[in-house]
């Protein structure tokens, strides 16, 4: 006994000076335990394994290193004090571990074999577990330790009460500690790196968890699978050259060649009626959804996803034969909306009334706009800023289109014109004002100062006509007759005649 310093063990053997003045070494054999060792920051509280070798300083009191060793896993353990008045435990099946000048702080640190770092949960944070083959420590210049190195089979773990655990595994990884293995601020993992937290599953060459600041920041390729970062929760898959990854409320920010995958609304993970997946009409609920771009923010909770392009190249999402282009796509799952902004382009494979059933399925609409608004309440898209909409209801060019749809569905219900309008389809040119065409009747309704319709090289014009999609009849408005002017068309040829 030195002060408060207990050692015990089965049997204990003193290797003696030359003159016999002092201890060098301690052998302890057998249930071998020191206590009292230290109580500052990163120094040793107590050691314990099957067997143990103490070296002395000069004084034969002071340590300045020790060796443990067990042939049974975890057996052979240390305890480092941290500024938090509690304790960290390395243990392992072999430890070596070299000590200050002060005869107590740890100043370097080796284990092999069934590798674990124990940090207990604090006020701030949770429990902390790392399991590797080896560690490697080193303080700076004699100071405390304040980082580590783990090889071969890491398994970082992080666990609090109530919710599912934090889980990293990779070949190795580096960490930034507060002294005296304290809190963790920064974890480096390198290698086949496998996280996941509850739903959340992510893999990649690197990862970087920045602990403080909550984020895990994904890069370089899994050289398992040769394939990028990938990130996925249950809803979307997301790879990209980066990711990153914020942990409370599992926000994905995802940078360079990005790539998704969202799964279909049928199979998307249910979370109650609030947080059931809503998919835009145009879209099928069955089917998953693919996009691409440059950047891609993605909130999870809020169910919205921002694609961003970097010019020339655009954001484009898809789904089977439908697509949407432009430099910005932004999906709303929690409220089925969907948006696309700068030189808009899109193909939506609309069902429409008035085609035969057997095509029903295949009927492209085909669009261009500055601006395409997709809003689930009202089942409506809106094309605004030159659009141009073409389909089976005719090519439609106006400074704003929109398309409703059913109330079920992805059938088109009607179409809206608004300022400037002009239709042309295989029989007629008009133009006007404004502009109602109904799928079910094939009727369309268009207004302006005035209405110009070219059909059959017969030119009417009025404030108001109503013709229709499949004969040349037009209705006049009534209240409107006196006004309305009906005449041929100079050097027209009648379709169908030579």
């Known amino acids: 006994m030195s002060g408060t310093r207990t050692l015990t063990s089965d049997l204990a053997t003193a290797y003696l000076s030359d003159d016999g003045a002092r201890v060098e070494t301690l052998e302890m054999r057998g249930r071998s335990r020191i206590t009292g060792v230290g109580d500052g920051v990163g120094a040793i509280r107590a050691m314990e394994s099957d067997d143990v070798n103490l070296e002395f300083a000069e004084d034969g009191r002071t340590l300045r290193g020790a060796t443990l060793s067990s042939a049974k896993p975890n057996r052979a353990t240390i305890d480092v004090g941290t500024t938090d008045s509690g304790e960290r435990r390395v243990a392992g099946q072999w430890i070596d571990v070299r000590i200050a000048p002060d005869g107590t702080t740890v100043t370097s640190l080796t284990v092999r074999d069934d590798v674990e770092l124990a940090l207990p949960a604090t006020k701030d944070g949770p ?9 490697t420590a080193k303080g700076e210049a004699g100071k405390p330790l304040n980082g580590a190195r783990f090889l071969d089979a890491v398994e970082f773990r992080e666990t609090r009460t109530g919710v599912a655990a934090r889980i990293v595994r ?40 920045l602990v403080t600041k909550g984020v895990v920041d994904l890069t370089g390729l899994d050289e398992t699978t040769g394939q990028p970062p990938r990130v996925t929760d249950g809803q979307v898959t997301i790879d990209a050259r980066r990711l990153e990854i914020t942990l409370e409320g599992s926000k994905i920010h995802a940078q360079q060649d990005v790539r998704s995958i969202m799964a279909s609304a049928t199979q998307s993970p249910s979370k109650g009626a609030e947080g059931k997946t809503r998919r835009a009409g145009m879209l099928k609920q069955d089917q998953p959804v693919f996009a ?28 089977g034969d439908t697509a949407i282009q432009g430099a910005r796509i932004e999906v709303d799952d929690a409220k089925g909306n969907l948006s696309a902004k700068g030189k808009v382009a899109s193909t939506l494979q609309l069902d429409q009334g008035d085609a035969a059933p057997a095509k029903a399925d295949h009927v492209a609409t085909i669009a261009s706009a500055d601006e395409l608004l997709y809003e689930d309440a009202s089942r409506k898209t809106t094309y605004s800023g030159t659009a141009h909409v073409a389909g089976t209801n005719g090519d439609v060019r106006a400074a704003k289109v929109e398309l409703y749809l059913k109330p079920a569905g992805n059938e088109l219900e009607r179409v809206e014109a608004y300022t400037t309008v002009s239709m042309v389809d295989a029989t007629r040119t008009a133009t006007g004002d404004r502009l109602t065409y109904l799928t079910e009747t094939g009727r369309y309704l268009m207004s302006g100062a005035p209405v110009k319709l070219v059909a059959d090289c017969r030119e009417t014009t009025g404030r108001i006509l109503t013709f229709f999609k499949s004969t040349n009849n037009i209705i006049v408005d009534p209240n409107d007759e006196t006004r309305t002017q009906t005449k041929p068309v100079p050097g027209c040829v009648p379709a169908g005649r030579n």
Do not use: K, N
């Open 127 to 135: 429990a902390r577990t790392v399991r590797a083959s080896a560690l």
């Open 170 to 209: 990779s070949r190795s990884l580096d960490i930034l500690t507060q002294p005296g293995f304290g809190a963790i601020d920064d974890a480096h993992f390198v290698g086949s790196v496998r996280f996941e937290a509850d739903q959340l599953r992510a893999t990649a060459g690197e990862a970087r968890y």
């Open 292 to 319: 691409t771009g440059a950047d891609l923010t993605y909130d999870s909770v809020a169910r919205l996803a921002v694609y961003t392009a970097v010019a020339p190249a655009q954001a484009r999402l898809w789904q």
